[in-house]
């Protein structure tokens, strides 16, 4: 969906959650019943002035009906100019304290599970000084000490895209993926480097360029033992898991998509769920990707099936010991799923449930602000609850 219709979309959704008709809105903006009726179906773009007049009469900034503003989660974004002063100096770091490498290991620990449950504030307020102090360990050492700093730096890296994807700072994420390339290099670590090559593709999905991203998983498989640890065989299962959710995009090569989740399937066979080497992998994480292929590939049926076997009867899921990031994700494409089945009631439902789980990740995701969007439109007169939703997730 481009930036027009989107903005089209949240016009309507928003005049609904107001409980506005076309008529009361276009009273009230001074503009002609006509342009609302044109604007809202998409046969017509709102100009500047017609977005400035449909704000005001809304109660709302324009940005709010464009989607271009960043004023979820303030702290977050206040803490992204520290990040970004530490990552330009990654290769000069200053003098300071360094603590024994268990005591890094248990930080760099933090900072992980901080990002597998969603809490970015405070994830995103720890890294700063965590970074420095790694990068100043990793540019005295040597030999095994260099290999396992360099290890923790790379993980650290990830926890920073993490923050930094989810919150639309794409330019620092691609350099934090560059860099978590350049630590796993030196780590000499064949997983890390399988998991940066996993994190990689964001960067293409940043821009919807979707071949190259393809091209870089492939090579990353083709480089990693698949018949190794099992650390190694989780990552080699990540990287299919991947590469389906990308061939299911792109829909280039319907048969890229089958033969990387048969492959995920014979590794998750072999690999216990709960392997983390900056990625997850096993049984439970290749159902979540099951389902992200099956909603990528526009076959809510599909998705529905593999939920069928992953939640209870009262929707929780059942995917026992995943981290609240990647529930959050399962959560997020069953509603998308259902709601392109018309059943709006369980795809809110669905969509509450991952509010619960991981808050702070729900709030960040453009397809949430998409199902609610479009569940707006579905209704005459939208319930209390649906509506604080849409405004908390700034989706209105």
């Given at each position: 969906m481009n930036a027009e219709r989107r903005t089209n979309d949240r016009i309507a959704a928003t005049r609904t959650a107001r409980r506005l008709t076309q008529?009361?809105?276009?009273?009230?903006?001074?503009?002609?019943?006509?342009?609302?009726?044109k604007i809202e179906q998409g046969r017509r773009p709102a100009s500047d002035q017609a977005l400035e007049a449909i704000a005001s009469a809304l109660g709302v900034q324009p940005d709010a009906l464009t989607g271009r503003r960043l004023?979820?989660?303030?702290?977050?974004?206040?803490?992204?100019?520290?990040?970004?002063?530490?990552?330009?100096?990654?290769?000069?770091?200053?003098?300071?304290?360094?603590?024994?490498?268990?005591?890094?290991?248990?930080?760099?620990?933090?900072?992980?599970?901080?990002?597998?449950?969603?809490?970015?504030?405070?994830?995103?307020?720890?890294?700063?000084?965590?970074?420095?102090?790694?990068?100043?360990?990793?540019?005295?050492?040597?030999?095994?000490?260099?290999?396992?700093?360099?290890?923790?730096?790379?993980?650290?890296?990830?926890?920073?895209?993490?923050?930094a994807y989810k919150y639309g700072y794409y330019d620092l994420s691609a350099r934090l993926v560059e860099l978590m390339r350049r630590a796993s290099d030196m780590a000499d670590d064949p997983a890390l480097r399988a998991t940066a090559a996993y994190v990689r593709t964001e960067v293409f999905f940043a821009s919807c360029n979707l071949t190259p991203a393809m091209r870089a998983l492939e090579s990353a498989i083709d480089e990693i033992p698949q018949q190794g640890t099992p650390v190694t065989r989780a990552a080699a299962g990540s990287l299919h898991m991947r590469a389906a959710v990308v061939a299911a995009r792109s829909t280039d090569?319907?048969?890229?998509?089958?033969?990387?989740?048969?492959?995920?399937?014979?590794?998750?066979?072999?690999?216990?769920?709960?392997?983390?080497?900056?990625?997850?992998?096993?049984?439970?994480?290749?159902?979540?990707?099951?389902?992200?292929?099956?909603?990528?590939?526009?076959?809510a049926s599909r998705a529905l099936n593999v939920a069928e076997s992953s939640v209870d009867e009262t929707d929780r899921t059942t995917l026992a010991g995943l981290p609240a990031e990647r529930s959050s994700h399962y959560l997020i494409d069953l509603a998308r799923a259902r709601l392109w089945l018309g059943l709006r009631d369980e795809a809110f439902q669905s969509l509450q449930a991952a509010r619960k789980i991981a808050p702070q990740h729900v709030r960040e995701h453009p397809h949430v602000r998409d199902a609610l969007v479009t569940l707006l439109r579905l209704h005459f007169a939208p319930p209390h609850a649906l509506v604080t939703f849409a405004e908390w997730a700034h989706a209105i």
């Open positions: 008529r009361q809105l276009a009273e009230s903006a001074h503009i002609s019943l006509s342009l609302i009726r004023d979820t989660d303030s702290r977050v974004h206040a803490a992204i100019p520290s990040l970004r002063t530490v990552i330009d100096a990654y290769d000069l770091p200053e003098d300071g304290l360094i603590r024994p490498l268990d005591q890094l290991r248990k930080a760099a620990d933090e900072a992980t599970r901080l990002r597998l449950a969603s809490q970015y504030t405070l994830l995103v307020e720890t890294l700063p000084p965590l970074l420095a102090e790694l990068t100043r360990a990793a540019h005295g050492a040597h030999g095994f000490q260099l290999q396992a700093t360099a290890g923790l730096l790379a993980v650290a890296y990830r926890a920073a895209d993490a923050v090569d319907p048969a890229a998509v089958d033969e990387h989740l048969a492959h995920a399937q014979r590794l998750a066979a072999s690999v216990p769920e709960g392997i983390y080497n900056g990625t997850a992998f096993g049984p439970a994480s290749l159902r979540v990707h099951e389902i992200a292929v099956a909603v990528e590939l526009g076959d």
